[in-house]
């Protein structure tokens, strides 16, 4: 079997952010991948270098092929684009081995140590990672618009109405649900290093309100998208700590790992970093320095499936739980999905309800179930989904193909 095109895609209209990827053999089978964000930038590395590598070669060589572009994009640089182009690359050829063998990923991995991934509801909206009305269309990360009230927009609903959401996701089945409430205060003028008692109550009310209406009924994290420096990070854990949050996360920038490390000695809560993390350096150090409660993963900025699974079982032999990212796209979802299958340290899988149901359905030929707080493990060959074949126009403005 050989590699005989590359299709890459970004659907504008629905999450201008994502980078849709196809790999095509001469056996017609095709396997689908996907990155976030710049993705004119990862589709000009796909079509203008890496295809040089590719194209004609067997897609079942997985673990060849991605240490020859991993071992090549490090002359230069391993961590940016480059490194989301061979996360997609090797989504599409994990699920083109899963086609051509017939089975899960998950199977392909070892087999299902999981039947069902428990997720927890991150509470973004429809507009999150969505076309936007702006003039660009831009949204820089961590900057996503709360909206206006409206269908599953729970950005809005966690910060004005933290009771009655947490209520509805307990009623439809979720056992956890994840906040950005401190977004606000990161945004003003020096926020990052210095936020006010005020603000730092503000920030925590939604916690508190669930608390005293809900008791410990439900699970609650924060994320912190990485905005702050460690004296407003140690000010924002003290406040946290009557909490009980399962994680606070990414309440620091995470390119200071000797600096997460004294944070989660001091901060007296549990702690998550880092979806932000892509080498493997990221990962061993934090490790090694005792810095993180949870490790959290992003399948398509680490390095695609193979270094998910790497860094997985790196973390279990040091007795930390990894945890799946995904506020972007559903392959991503999908490839965490299968990775977490085939583990026994994997607690939870991130999701949005709002993608799941509203933005994913436009994007795949398959809707991700969530039944009982859970996704159920994918059944079908591959990583569980297909690009929905209109996405892929040749007069599409950012369409590209290059062929054998």
């Given at each position: ?5 590359i299709?890459?895609a ?26 976030y ?16 590598y ?36 090797d989504?599409?050829?994990?699920d ?10 998950w ?61 509805e996701?307990?009623e ?6 994840k ?35 809900l ?63 892509s080498?493997?350096?990221?990962f ?18 680490v ?80 990583i ?8 892929f ?12």
């Amino acid at each position: 079997m050989k590699i005989v095109k590359i299709e890459t895609a970004i659907p504008d209209e629905i999450m201008p952010g994502l980078l849709l990827l196809r790999i095509h053999t001469d056996e017609g089978l095709v396997g689908c991948g996907e990155t976030y964000y710049a993705p004119e930038a990862v589709a000009g590395l796909v079509h203008d270098w890496m295809h040089h590598y590719l194209l004609g070669k067997n897609p079942l060589d997985i673990e060849k092929h991605w240490r020859f572009l991993y071992e090549r994009t490090t002359n230069f640089g391993s961590r940016g684009a480059e490194l989301r182009a061979i996360s997609a690359i090797d989504l599409a050829l994990w699920d083109l081995f899963g086609q051509a063998m017939k089975v899960p990923v998950w199977q392909l991995l070892g087999g299902a140590v999981q039947e069902s991934i428990p997720t927890y509801n991150s509470c973004g909206g429809p507009s999150y990672g969505a076309k936007t009305d702006t003039a660009s269309g831009h949204i820089w990360p961590g900057h996503g618009p709360m909206g206006n009230p409206g269908p599953m927009n729970d950005y809005w609903s966690v910060i004005h109405r933290p009771v009655e959401l947490a209520q509805e996701l307990l009623e439809a089945g979720y056992k956890a649900m994840k906040t950005w409430s401190f977004d606000f205060a990161a945004h003003k003028q020096n926020g990052p290093v210095y936020v006010s008692h005020a603000d730092v109550e503000k920030g925590v009310a939604p916690f508190v309100a669930i608390r005293e209406a809900l008791g410990n009924k439900m699970e609650l994290m924060l994320d912190g998208h990485g905005f702050f420096q460690l004296p407003v990070a140690l000010r924002i854990a003290k406040r946290l700590q009557e909490c009980d949050l399962l994680w606070a996360e990414d309440l620091l920038r995470v390119d200071s790992i000797d600096t997460l490390a004294d944070f989660r000695d001091k901060a007296g809560i549990p702690v998550a970093v880092s979806e932000m993390f892509s080498g493997p350096d990221d990962f061993r150090l934090t490790l090694e320095k005792r810095a993180a409660d949870y490790v959290m993963i992003d399948p398509t900025w680490v390095g695609g499936i193979t270094q998910t699974k790497n860094f997985t079982r790196l973390a279990q032999l040091y007795n930390i739980p990894v945890v799946m990212h995904d506020c972007t796209g559903p392959l991503t979802l999908l490839s965490g999905v299968q990775v977490a299958a085939a583990s026994g340290n994997v607690p939870w899988q991130e999701s949005v309800r709002a993608h799941i149901t509203m933005l994913y359905p436009k994007l795949i030929d398959a809707q991700v179930e969530v039944a009982g707080g859970a996704i159920p493990i994918p059944t079908q060959p591959g990583i569980g989904a297909a690009w929905l074949p209109e996405l892929f126009r040749a007069d599409g403005r950012n369409y590209r193909v290059t062929n054998l």
